[in-house]
Every structure is written in structure tokens, then in C-alpha cells.
């Protein structure tokens, strides 16, 4: 992992800058940050599932974070915390190598139009295109092969990494990062049928980003047909998400990869979507709500919770005895209300003809 300079830095410096209650010694160096099993001299891991407790056992890790109740039981060094993931991640974040800007402000070959509106201390890098009338606020960072179209608009200390393409009007907020590839403001897919085959719907609107937002890479977030896509403050979408058209995303609402957003649904705040997630149109999805990896959404969700509809891995011999089983309960349905009805019985047929 990355190190804090040569020397590293003091186990009771990160306790102190960290928040987090210090076990052991604060004159310990710490290099970096490493897993718990096997652990690594001078850096510091975690535990936060109860789980791996046993592996503290042999850990060399020089310390760890851990909760109140784990650190009681630990001889080592710890940090300690009520959340250690959350304490770990603002630990790490001490150690992360700060990029490495090479070259001038802006690349020779970055391509600028005269009339766009750059900030100071922006870095533009190979091969970038700024569109007429764009604007690009104070220490935004954009990558090689980026597009920003006209009258686009990037916030400030916003990074785009690479081959990053932001459409026409749209806007990107403060404090962004959008990894490769990603495409925000792309047409959405509108379409009418006419006589002759498709004809293409216009896409008027935009897309508009929040600040502190995450984009992962090749993520494409489409503009709206007539109002904007619109995805809020905090939001972190990983890889390979697709957004459709006037979609609304609340605020602090995280996405995971492979996930697929149908045209005009509204996800409230502080929603988890799990991995390869599909959800029509139209539909609403209330804040809170927590939808497992592989789940259709179909309809609207009114109530917080975790909803799932996924079907979970099964070895191969399992998998096709249980499809023939549902392949025959039409045949069983069948035959039951034929013997209710020979022995006088309701059954479903008759709950039916009653309704």
C-alpha cells in the first residue's frame, strides 16, 4: 500500500486525526494500511465482522481497528471505533498517494474553444476537447481524451479521469470524480413508432449532477427528453450502470455495478442497488429502500426495507429438479381442483368464480 512518507506516521497522530480512541503504544510507525490475515509489519488493518475475529489471533499487523467489545479482547495495538469499515476508510484515506500532475495546466494538444471559461489551477490533458461556451470551475481536473461539449459546465476540484464525455448544457457539480469512459448526456432512447418504422424522439433536456458525486467508469447517464436527468448531492454510482432518461437519484444513494435505470423511475435518498438490479419505468422507489443483487423491480416501492427476487446459486442437479417441479404445477393445480370438485370441495377454482 501506499506510504505516508519515508518514516510513516505515528499510531497516536492517526488516533488523533482519525477521532478514534488509541489501545497500545502511539510511538508505533505506521506505512500503510493492510488486511487482517496475514497482516503486514507497520501497517494497520480491521475488523468489522464478527466473523474474522479469530484471525487477530495471528495477525502482524502492527495495529487494528477495531469496535469497543474486540479491542477488550486484544492484546495489540488498536484503534478504536464504533464503526471500524468507516474508521478504517478515513485511515486509508491518510495513506492515498496524492496524483501525480505531470506536464503544464494545459496540454499542447488539448483542443479549447475561445470563448470557453476556464478556472484557475485547471489541468486539461491530452487530447481534451472544450466545447464553445463551456465552463470549467477553479482546480477541476480534466483527463486525456475528454469531451466537455458546448455550454457544458464542471464544477470545481471535479476530476475526470479519461475519455470522459459530459454532453451539450450539461452540469457536473463540485468535488465529481468520473472514472473512464463514462458518458454523461447522451441521447436517451425515445422513440415513436410511425408507418414507416422508428422515428427518434428529440432529447431536449439535460443531464444535472450534484456535488461530491461518484460516476464509475463507462457508466452512461442520459439526458432528458424534455425535463432534466437529474442525479443528486452524494451519490456513488459504480461501473457499468445505465441511467435512462429523466431518471431522478436522491441524494447519498449508492448503485452498484451492472445495475440498469429504465426511463423516468425516481430513486429517493439513501437508497442501496444492489449488483445487476433492473427497474422498469415510471416506477417510484421511496428513500431508504435497499433492493438485493439481481432483483427486477417491476413496481413501486412505498416502504423502506430490503427487497429482493433474485434465486440464490444452486448446484446444477438442484437447479433442474427444481425447474422440472414448477414446470408441473400447472398439471398439479389442475388435478387438485379436479379432485375438490369430485369431492364437493372449493379450492382455488371456486375462490375465483366467487370473487
Known sequence: ????????????????????????????????????????????????????????????????????????????AALVAKDPYL???????????????????????????????????????????????????????????????????????????????VGAR?????????????????RGFGLARGPEGWEDVPQLGRVRIGSDVEVGANTTIDRGAIDDTVIADGVKIDNLVQIAHNVQIGSHTAIAGCAAIAGSTRIGSNCLIGGGVGVNGHVTLCDGVIVLGFTMVTRSITEPGQYGSGWPVESARTWHGQVRRLRRLDKLEARVAQLEGQSGGTGRSGEREGE
Open 170 to 186: 450539461c452540469v457536473v457539480g463540485a468535488r465529481c470524480r468520473v472514472q473512464a469512459g463514462a458518458v454523461i448526456g447522451g
Open 87 to 165: 474508521a478504517f476508510a478515513r485511515v486509508a484515506r491518510l495513506f492515498e498517494p496524492a496524483p501525480r500532475l505531470l506536464g503544464p495546466l494545459r496540454h499542447p494538444s488539448a483542443v479549447i474553444a475561445e470563448d470557453a471559461e476556464i478556472g484557475a489551477e485547471v489541468r486539461i490533458g491530452p487530447f481534451a476537447v472544450i466545447g464553445a461556451g463551456a465552463c470549467i470551475a477553479d482546480g477541476a481536473h480534466i483527463g486525456p481524451h475528454c469531451v466537455i461539449e458546448e455550454d457544458a459546465v464542471i464544477g470545481e476540484n471535479t476530476h475526470l479521469v479519461s475519455s470522459v464525455h
Open 1 to 76: 500500500m501506499a506510504q505516508q512518507g519515508e518514516q510513516g506516521l505515528r499510531l497516536g497522530d492517526i488516533a488523533e486525526r482519525v477521532g478514534l480512541r488509541l489501545q497500545g503504544d502511539p510511538d508505533r510507525r505506521i506505512r500503510g494500511v493492510c488486511t487482517i490475515d496475514p497482516g503486514k509489519p507497520e501497517h494497520i488493518g480491521f475488523i468489522a465482522n464478527p466473523r474474522y475475529r479469530a484471525q487477530l489471533a495471528h495477525t502482524q499487523a502492527e495495529a487494528v481497528v477495531l469496535t469497543e467489545r474486540d479491542a477488550a479482547a486484544f492484546d495489540g
